[in-house]
């Protein structure tokens, strides 16, 4: 899965390793970096190792590992210092993903499918194709579950097909207790961070009307000041997106070792293109993310020339 998991990444291959797991093969879960605590409830996933916290006990699963099914990213780059271990792997590595542009080189196999919700949706679709949609028990539609409610941000960005009802439904027949699931995500934060998103609404947000866009920055000492830790600041790019007419939201955190982009869009503005062309970075049509070693206060002014550059295209 990518770096810094998301419920997509997470719930994708908790899903995939529940059903590998089923039929008698020995599975490892692991991801590049830590994540959320509101990560933690997944079946399965306490016993996901971390690689940055435990390198050798990841690096000796990979190297015994006759096949590494890669989930939720396009580019080896996403799994951050995962990258170098698995471009020397020889074995036989599969990508199932939906994100834009895959570096296909990187891959033996693998779908791609940049139409599709969410790689959970992918997963589930390849457990019903390959025939054993009796092993999606209810761990498993949990875990599926919360990749689609992340990913489609419950039910609401254009990608949520006719397709993916049916599978809730599907899921539902199957057990799925879906209030919990939202609960697990949504209502499972500390104090902080709610006064963490109310401090930067009023301090760090500024709204651009005549492109229709806004940004957040969030230096350092805000993350200090308000405890918050990883996947506090998930979602929060979203909320410039409710002023009526913004159609770009840019967020940007200031990291210790870089300065993460978030990007959000409605309609028709591509901040795929729009990430990888300013900010090194990529993801989808809607929502994608990059990152720079500038300063905060330079990558901002990239930011306001770049939706300056872009103005035909946002107004
Ligand atoms: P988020 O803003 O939630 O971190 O990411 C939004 C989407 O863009 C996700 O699908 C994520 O996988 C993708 N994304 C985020 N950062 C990067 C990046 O630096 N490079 C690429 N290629 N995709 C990214
Ligand atoms: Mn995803």
């Given at each position: 899965m990518h770096q810094k998991p998301d419920p997509d990444a997470m719930g994708s291959s908790l899903a995939l390793a529940g059903m590998l797991t089923q039929l008698g093969h020995e599975v490892t879960v692991i991801s590049p970096t830590n994540w959320p605590?509101?990560?933690?409830?997944?079946?399965?996933?306490?016993?996901?190792?971390?690689f940055e916290a435990s390198k050798e006990k990841a690096n000796a699963a990979l190297e015994t590992a006759d096949w590494v099914f890669c989930l939720d990213?396009?580019?080896?780059?996403?799994t951050r210092n995962m990258a170098g271990p698995l471009s020397a792997l020889h074995c036989v590595k599969i990508l199932i993903d939906h994100h834009e542009?895959?570096?296909?080189?990187?891959?033996d196999y693998g779908i791609s499918l940049t139409?599709?919700?969410?790689t959970s949706e992918m997963v589930y679709d390849f457990m019903k194709g390959s025939g054993h949609?009796?092993?999606?028990n209810e761990d498993i539609a949990a875990c599926l579950y919360a990749g689609i409610i992340g990913d489609t941000g419950s039910f609401r960005?254009?990608?949520?097909?006719a397709g993916v009802h049916e599978m809730v439904a599907d899921l539902k027949r199957r057990g799925l207790n879906h209030t919990l699931i939202h609960e697990n995500l949504y209502?499972?934060?500390?104090?902080d961070r709610l006064r963490f998103i109310g401090h930067i609404l009023l301090h760090r947000m500024e709204v651009f009307y005549e492109y229709n866009a806004a940004l957040i920055a969030i230096p350092k000492s805000d993350l200090v000041k308000f405890n918050i830790r990883t996947g506090?600041?998930?979602?929060?790019?979203?909320?410039?997106?409710?002023?009526?007419?913004?159609r770009l939201s840019g967020l940007v955190i200031d990291r210790d070792e870089e300065r993460k982009w978030s990007f959000r869009s409605k309609g028709d503005f591509d901040v795929n293109t729009f990430a990888r062309r300013y900010f090194n970075g990529g993801g989808h049509y809607n929502a994608s993310g990059g990152r720079t070693t500038d300063k905060l206060q330079t990558t901002v002014q990239l930011f306001k020339n770049a939706i300056k550059e872009n103005a035909s295209q946002l107004q």
């Open positions: 605590d509101f990560l933690k409830w997944m079946p399965g996933a306490k016993k996901v190792i971390d990213f396009n580019a080896l780059n996403r542009q895959p570096e296909t080189a990187s891959f139409a599709k919700s969410s949609e009796q092993l999606i960005f254009p990608a949520t097909s209502d499972n934060f500390l104090e506090d600041t998930e979602g929060i790019v979203n909320y410039p997106l409710t002023i009526r007419g913004i």
